[in-house]
C-alpha cells in the first residue's frame, strides 16, 4: 500500500499564484484533512472531510479551499498565494478511532 | 490547538536520563495520539489512548491518560539520542466532531551523548 501520497514534495511560488497541492490515499479511509506546520506552531488543522462530498472547515482556513469528490483524493487550493502561507503542509487521512496517516509533506515557499 | 497545551516546548536531557512531556486539554478528550517527527520528515504514530486511566507502552516509551480524561503524559526511560525530535499530541474531544484532529504546539526533544 502507498498509503498518504502528497505531490509536490517542493513549491516555490510567486505572490498571486495559484496552486493545488494534491492528497490521494488507497486505504479506503473516510476521513481527510489538511495541516499546515510552522515552527513554534505545532500542526494547525486547515480543512478536513468527513467523507466524498462533505468537507469542513479547520482552525486555520482562510485563503484554502478544499473539495472532496471521491474518496481517495483530497486536493487543497490556493487561489491566490501569501507569503504568509509559506508553510510545510502535511495531509492525513483516518478511519474511525484509528490513528491517523500523514503523507510525507510538501513545502511549499511563496515569495 | 490552544486547546492543547504542551509542556515543555523544549527539553535537552542527556542520555540515559528520563523525561516527561504533557499535554493538557481544556476539554475532556475522546482520543489522545502522540506522534513523534523527526527535524523535516513526517509524523510516526507512537500510541492512541481512550479510555480514563489508560496506559501504554511501546519499548521505553510509555502514555499514560488520566482518569478525567483531560491530561496525558508521556514518559521515557533511559533516554537514547534516538529518541531525539518533535514529540506531537494530537486530540479529538468529546462533545465536537469525532473526527477533527487538533494537536498541540509540539515539544522538541535533544538528547545529548
Known amino acids: 500500500n502507498a498509503g498518504v501520497t502528497q505531490t509536490p514534495k517542493f513549491q516555490v511560488l510567486k505572490t498571486g499564484q495559484s496552486m493545488t497541492l494534491q492528497c490521494a490515499q488507497d486505504?479506503?479511509?473516510?476521513?481527510m484533512s489538511w495541516y499546515r506546520q510552522d515552527p513554534g506552531m505545532g500542526l494547525r488543522l486547515i480543512h478536513y472531510?468527513?467523507?466524498?462530498?462533505?468537507?469542513d472547515q479547520g482552525e486555520v482556513p482562510n485563503g484554502y479551499n478544499v473539495s472532496r469528490s471521491t474518496t481517495e483524493d483530497f486536493p487543497l487550493r490556493l487561489l491566490s498565494a501569501a507569503p504568509s502561507q509559506t508553510s510545510v503542509y502535511f495531509c492525513?487521512?483516518?478511519?474511525?478511532?484509528?490513528?491517523?496517516?500523514f503523507g510525507d509533506g510538501t513545502r511549499l515557499s511563496i515569495l | 490547538s490552544q486547546e492543547l497545551e504542551q509542556s515543555p516546548q523544549s527539553l535537552i536531557v542527556q542520555e540515559g536520563k528520563n523525561l516527561t512531556i504533557n499535554c493538557t486539554s481544556s476539554?475532556?478528550?475522546?482520543?489522545l495520539y502522540w506522534y513523534k517527527q523527526k527535524y523535516g520528515e513526517g509524523l510516526i504514530f507512537l500510541m492512541m489512548?481512550?479510555?480514563?486511566?489508560e496506559e501504554k507502552s511501546h519499548e521505553k516509551i510509555t502514555a499514560k491518560l488520566d482518569e478525567k480524561k483531560q491530561q496525558s503524559s508521556l514518559h521515557i526511560t533511559a533516554s537514547q539520542p534516538s529518541h531525539a525530535g518533535i514529540y506531537l499530541c494530537?486530540?479529538?474531544?468529546?462533545?465536537?466532531?469525532?473526527?477533527?484532529?487538533?494537536f498541540g504546539k509540539g515539544t522538541l526533544l535533544t538528547v545529548n551523548p
Open positions: 472531510s468527513v467523507g466524498a462530498g462533505i468537507t
Open positions: 489512548l481512550q479510555k480514563g486511566g
Open positions: 494530537g486530540a479529538v474531544h468529546s462533545g465536537g466532531s469525532n473526527y477533527k484532529l487538533t
Open positions: 486505504m479506503n479511509h473516510e476521513y
Open positions: 476539554k475532556t478528550l475522546y482520543g
Open positions: 492525513a487521512s483516518r478511519q474511525g478511532d484509528q490513528p491517523q496517516h
